[in-house]
């Protein structure tokens, strides 16, 4: 994509003057090339010491972005509307915030579960009683 597409399809933010999310923009989506492709062109193991370095890079400058932004929400639906999922697959806030909803959902779900299993073992023991003596053993 040349830098006229990029202007042409930038979706601006109330949170930065255009240039400077212009910029940011470039600057991350940089970052995102550098972990794949290293300074010569030449394409990183996936398990190379330089891909989770610049994968630790990135992540940094995510972070840092979005102290930029009024709240991290704004910065999330902008990496959105400026076509930057890949972008923010690496915010490490928006992973944390999905590791505790299912953590919670999790909890829930066995909080569940073991309801569950209470009225079974109950239902159990009142058919153990009903049922005669010489049946029970």
Known sequence: MSDLDDALSYKSTPDL???????????????????DFDDNGRKRRRDSYERQYAETVLRKAVLDASGRFSRHENFTAWLCRNNCEHIEAFDTLRISRDISNEVFSLRQRVEMLEDQMKSGNDLLRKIVLLLPPEKAK
């Open 17 to 35: 003057p255009d240039d400077e999310g212009k910029a940011l923009l470039a600057e991350l989506n940089k970052l995102c090339g550098a972990i």
